[in-house]
């Protein structure tokens, strides 16, 4: 009996060893040409170790010593005239609708970058110098409205 049980794995091992040496076998049969070694690749150029140095940032624009702008904010009732003077790195701008917008705000104008705040701190004006315009927002309280402001013809520069 001992024999039995010996021969069973021993069996299974000659037989998977048959069968995948014959899979082997299919497959190198199923070649048409032996394996030749590859040529090596083209080395790739290394890499140049001169630096280019990166481009300079751009400096913000800046607005202009003294400059006036104006533009307009249509509205459900009617029209808010926004005047912005810029005097060296100050601001001073006025909002006026006629009725319930009336507010004056002050601030920083560096960098092309506008900051504006009323004395009690509910409204404020933000914008940007882009070209001879100035685009940015006034808020007044809870409402906020986008403006463009063009640069004033009159305003000797």
Do not use: H
């Amino acid at each position: 009996m001992s024999q039995n049980r010996i021969r069973g794995p021993v069996l299974t091992l000659v037989v998977a060893a048959a069968l995948g040496g014959g899979i082997w076998l299919v497959n190198e049969g199923q070649r048409s040409e032996p394996l030749a070694p590859q040529p090596a690749a083209a080395q790739a150029p290394a890499p140049s170790t001169t630096s280019v140095p990166a481009p300079p940032v751009p400096a913000p624009p800046a607005f202009p010593a003294n400059a006036t702008y104006a533009g307009e904010i249509p509205t459900k009732t009617g029209v808010i005239a926004v005047d912005i003077s810029i005097d060296g790195e100050q601001g001073v701008a006025y909002a006026c609708d006629g009725a319930a917008v009336d507010v004056w705000l002050r601030g920083s104008a560096s960098d092309g970058k506008l900051n504006l705040v009323s004395a009690d701190g509910e409204s404020r004006l933000t914008g940007r110098l882009e070209g001879d315009a100035v685009a940015g927002t006034l808020a007044v309280g809870a409402k906020s409205w986008t403006f463009t402001a063009a640069r004033g013809v009159d305003d000797g520069n």
